[in-house]
């Protein structure tokens, strides 16, 4: 998918396809899958990573709304990620079966190993 493509399917008002489409913008890089799957797949596992987080006191951006959007969407979704520039988020997004519009996105803060220095 060209990045002029990814961007107009981002061009949303929730805070997440914003904050997604900001980091586009500002030069992060993406990957959008050929494949589709079930929604109701991507929902389960998800759902399970979130119940994780919020034992770790962690509310990742839309998630919570991501697994909602993925359960009532039902039908397969291609799925993809932006990686930030500055290498301190991942916004996770899911389109429809033939990429013409987005379902779901959110944004997961990236594990970065500190040094010992």
């Known amino acids: 998918m060209e990045r002029h493509a990814l961007e107009q399917l981002l061009a949303g008002d929730d805070d997440v396809s914003v904050a997604a489409l900001a980091a586009l913008r500002s030069g992060a890089t993406y990957r959008v ?6 929604a109701q797949q991507h929902a ?23 697994v ?17 520039a500055d290498r301190k988020w991942t916004y996770l997004f899911y389109f429809t079966e033939d ?4 379902v779901a996105c959110a944004r997961l803060q990236r594990w970065v190993e500190q040094s010992p220095l």
Not at 33 to 38: G, I, K, L
Not at 44 to 66: C, I, K, S, T, Y
Not at 99 to 102: M, N
Request: net charge positive; aromatic share 4%.
């Open 33 to 38: 899958w050929d494949t589709a799957h079930p």
């Open 44 to 66: 389960g596992v998800f759902a399970r990573r979130l119940q994780r987080m919020r034992l770790r006191g962690v509310e990742p951006l839309g998630l919570d709304r991501m």
């Open 68 to 84: 909602r959007l993925l359960r009532e969407h039902g039908r397969p979704v291609r799925g993809g990620m932006i990686d930030s």
């Open 99 to 102: 990429g013409s519009a987005l």
